[in-house]
């Protein structure tokens, strides 16, 4: 530096500098370091940040009055730093020679103050609101000029004359102009020009926040003030930011599954083309059909590997690792700035020692320690940010591609994964992704903070350290054994849970029935069974979990307990005092973190490689071939066309259609009939795509319409149900109901077609379901229309009615393509063409005539069919004529709904339900319809003849409601009984207890470093490490006692008898209840809400009892040692108490929220994996994918605000 300075201006002078009550640093330093540090920054950020706002264009910001201030005073700025370089040249000229640092300083800071006016300029012309990079360079220039400033005022102070007059003025110019950029760098520019930001009606506003807006999260206090004033609604949330909603999301995960799903294929095929293209010996034939010995053969296939499967972790990382390590950056900060207090401390007890030391030492160590600790805490939260937005979006990702595999996998991937499984991975599997991104980083984080920790505790006490690595080394294994351990019992976990979601949701599906036959008991027997099974293996796991809490929490008490005791012991001039002993208490202290995060972390990584492993095997299921159906081919005149068609319901079954052969001609009518059990079903699942073709060909020329053999409803409006997503259109509406004889339905209902229908239909009789499935294919107006027995569930004047009404040759659907799955004999002869199946095959076709001159299988069809149809007419009439009276309205509906919700029904169950369905009303034959319309005119005449109004419609479905205000004690006093009332009583003493024990052993560590005061270090030894070593014995012991007691008995008893408790309230409840509570809400309490009890509160529970009694102890300690600290302590604790009650206040709101915008995505898809086959059918898929995505950004729209209220 005396190069650049001279010797007139030496870089360093202690006694200047340090050794001094007026401290000042010399000018060299000053010029050099002081000026060159946020140039320095400035440089080294600008390519980076150039790079980054090439590739994120935001839009463009015209020229506001803020940017041309920021510009000009950059100019100045710049003029002044050249003014100075100029000076220094005239100076020269004169004769007076100054030291290079007057030319390099300048310079180098007017060339810095260019490239600050071009990012300026820069981040305007791409949108940038508000600048970081800048802030921080102008908010170091002021800190570093800071120094200079006073150094400038003292020597004018002390100086009769201004030496340097230019120097100063311009310094001084320069100063007021850094601060002004400053000041209004704080300050946001407007939204660039063509934004979406403007045409959101609530946007959330960290969008537009500034820098030090969103690194504080001020921009959030709006919400927190209105969230403390009224309890909050959905209305007051925020729209979610557009980078984290599933439209940008879960496609960016899903182009990253299908790269990696690619490459394992092509790997596959390489490994199978290996093994197949071996050349031929040589003078052999290579003719067609010639084969490998079978011994080659079986070699070849004994050192064929396994294939490769795709690897959804890495579609994962690809995905969101990159703004993952943006957290990661902050993290490795904050580590790093963990260290800086140790070191403080170490100054300032030194300090305290030093009789003649300066007291601003004390004052500046003292703020040094408070600025050092208020940096750690916002680098902190900034990185907690990003892994919860990290973790939201991997949620997101996950439930979006779960949600699309679970459209279109195939039937035989449908046997092994159950609605209950796929409910699971959404919920509880998709969670575990959240709650390991929180920790991810502590897998790198906790060794290097163990490392450093380490390295400076060697400093401090030398190689006694080993005694304290070889403790924790001691460790490892006995937590690799328990991570192992507790990876099995949470994959047992997991395959119960699945058992009882998958069991709870057929009673919800079966309830009705269920109720009839009072099977309740055994029912919640068989659930509890399954939930006792679970519970042993969560008690399994909590054994194991408390012997790792013990092992770690206790690690860095063992740690210090060896160092100190093999310290004093080792050699007799080693003294444990205060600086040596506190300073490497508040190293152990950093190293408890660490220790007691691994095993958490440790657990987190192991219930989430169980949960990757099942999305996984889920995602990697085969799909249905969408190729499998040809609807280009227009060539021919049939609208449906079959060649050769053998079809599968899985690969490795046997065929369930062979040999199929099938010409439709455009416009006609096709009847499929057979005997149950035949293949009429299958081949109409073949002719959607539904089956795996195994050979031949599949074309249909247009759209499909396809009504089910059960009909599928959604919870919805009728009108809703019947327009199922096309444009209203009265006419053609009213014609639609008219002709599937729903016009007379709607009288009944109470909101005519706007009342709201239950999750599938529960509210309307089979009948009625039907014929709304009947009028959705109609409205729908499509080419070809699949009706796979529609006329089964409704009686046979009905079934007459919509066959002449719609289905027949001069029904609505005339000149469209027919295919009617029936065994209604009676419309055969009016359809152009039938197909006899027989055991898969197509046995005859030809029309009615020529099959029946063929006395073959259909004139079988017919003797059987024509008997049953007598009997079922003649008992019919009879049971109307008797109970015509009796039952004047749909009195059965309820009957006939228990009877079609059986997967399976028989002819004689049938015959049943047509009976039923005859008295229950499902279209009147015309005695009975006398007896409704009398009744009805009897009540018309009853009104009065005035206008009359529709009645408001009754909503069936209530929406689900958040509780408001604070968490009522109720609630937690229902816990503690559960828990019992003594032991949660007896387990607070034994959390006081073990606090009371650990600052026990800090007082006894005060007490044994004034031993080296008094110089009785020796006697006193063995006595020292003995109490110090029992009290933190008692910790461990308490600890053991504790986590046995809370987490692996009377917390599992509560969880036992809270999910009882709701179970019984279930199946106790009337059957209103289910009709107007929708499955996924109740699934979303047994698999969510379960989950939380079972392992989250005993969690929240643990950490909240023992920093509660970790504060009460040290406050008690200090109050003790220092009564002066009462005056401080009291108005923070009323100030702390303010702040908790303010923001608790949204968060706990924001909690509620979240919890129940998170039922509908569950209820959305148990309905949509129901209906899969319609929905595909009629090429809706892209609407449910986006209606499940609006769902999931609506509960993400609460959960978003609720982490940025933690921070």
Known sequence: MERLCGPKLPFWVANQTLHTDSPDLPECFQLSVLSWLPCVYLWLACPPYLFYLQRNNKGYIMMSILNRVKTVFGLVLWIVCWTDLFGTFHELQQGDTKPPIYFVTPLVVGMTMLLALFLIQFERLRGVQSSGILFIFWFLSVMCAIVPFRSKILQAKYQSEISDKLRFTTFYFYFSLIVAELILS?????????????????????????????????????????????????????????????????????????????????????????????????????????????????????????????????????????????????????????????????????????????????????????FAAFLQT?????????CFVTGMRLRTSIIGAIYRKSLIITNAAKRTTTVGEIVNLMSVDAQRFMDLTTFLNMLWSAPLQIILALYFLWQNLGPS?????????????????????????????????DARIKLMNEILNGIKVLKLYAWESSFKDKVLEIRQNELNVLRKTAYLGALSTVAWTSAPFLVALTTFAVYVTVDKNNILDAEKAFVSLSLFNILRFPLNMLPQVISCIVQASVSLKRIQDFLSHDELDPESVDRTNTATDSSVTVVNGKFTWAKQDPPALHNINLMVPQGSLLAVVGHVGCGKSSLVSALLGEMEKMEGDISIQGSVAYVPQQAWIQNATLRDNILFGKAYNEQKYRCCLEACALTQDLEVLPGGDLTEIGEKGINLSGGQRQRVSLARALYNKADVYLLDDPLSAVDAHVAKHIFDHVIGPEGALQGKTRILVTHGISFLPQVDNIVVMVEGRVSEMGSYQELLKQNGAFAEFLRNYSLE??????????????????????????????????????????????????????LENPKSRSV???????????????????????????????????????????????????????????????????????????????????????????????????????????????????????????????????????????????????????????????DIIDSHIPDNIDIWMRTFWYTVNVLIVCSALTPLFL??????????????????????QLKRLESVSRSPIYSHFSETVTGSSVIRAYGRHDAFVLMSDMKVDENQKSYYPGIVSNR
Request: neutral net charge; aromatic residues 10%; contains cysteine.
């Open 186 to 370: 704080c300050f946001n520019e407007k939204p660039p020009l063509f934004s979406n930001i403007d045409t959101d009606p609530n946007p959330c506003p960290q969008s537009t926040a500034g820098f030090l807006s969103t690194m504080t999260f001020w921009w959030f206090t709006s919400m927190a003030i209105k969230g403390y004033k009224n309890p909050l609604e959905a209305k007051d949330l925020w729209s979610l930011n557009k980078r984290d909603s599933s439209e940008v999301v879960v496609p960016k995960l899903l182009r990253e599954w299908e790269v990696e799903q690619a490459k394992a294929h092509s790997a596959e095929d390489q490994s199978t083309q290996a093994l197949y293209s071996k050349p031929p010996p040589a003078g052999e034939s290579n003719h067609v059909g010639g084969e490998s010995s079978p011994e080659e053969v079986e070699v070849l296939l004994s050192k064929q590997k396994d294939p490769k499967k795709p690897s959804f972790l890495r579609s994962l990382i690809k995905a969101f690792g990159p703004y993952f390590l943006i957290g990661s950056a902050f993290k490795l900060l904050q580590d790093l700035i963990t260290f800086v207090n140790p070191q403080l401390l170490k100054l300032l007890i030194s300090f305290t020692k030093q009789k003649g030391a300066p007291t601003w030492w004390g004052y500046a160590l003292a703020f040094l320690m408070f």
């Open 378 to 386: 916002l680098i902190l939260h900034q990185h907690f940010q990003y």
């Open 465 to 497: 350290v080993l005694a304290g690595v070889a403790v924790m080394i001691l460790l490892i294994p006995l937590n690799a054994a328990i991570a192992v351990k507790t990876r099995a019992y949470q994959v047992e976990q997991m395959q119960y849970k």
């Open 869 to 922: 149809d007598i009997i079922e007419e003649d008992e019919a009439t009879e049971a109307l004529t008797d109970e015509e009276e009796d039952f004047p309205d749909d009195a059965l509906s309820n009957h006939t709904d228990m009877v079609d919700n059986e997967p399976v029904v028989n002819e004689a169950k049938r015959q049943f339900i047509r009976q039923i369905s005859i008295i229950s009303g499902d």
């Open 932 to 1090: 409704r319309k009398r009744l009805c005119s009897e009540r018309k005449h009853a009104e009065s003849d005035s206008e009359k109004k529709l009645p408001k419609v009754a909503k069936l479905i209530h929406a689900e409601t958040a509780e408001t205000g604070r968490v009522k004690s109720k609630v937690f006093w229902e816990y503690a009984k559960a828990v019992g009332p003594l032991l949660s009583l007896f387990i607070c003493f034994l959390y006081g207890c073990q606090s009371a024990a650990a600052i026990g052993a800090n007082v006894w560590l005060s007490q044994w470093t004034n031993d080296a005061a008094q110089n009785v270090t020796q006697e006193n030894v063995s006595m020292r490490v003995g109490v110090y070593a029992a009290l933190g014995m008692a910790q461990g012991v308490l600890l053991l006692a504790n986590c046995l007691l809370s987490k692996a008995y009377s917390m599992l008893r509560a969880a036992k008898l809270m999910h009882l408790y709701m179970l019984q309230g279930v199946l106790r409840a009337p059957q209103g209840f289910f009709e107007s509570t929708p499955t996924g809400r109740v699934l979303n309490r047994f698999s969510k809400d379960v």
């Open 1127 to 1148: 005056l401080v302590v009291v108005p923070l604790m009323v100030f702390y108490w303010w702040v908790q009650r303010f923001y608790v206040a949204t968060s706990r």
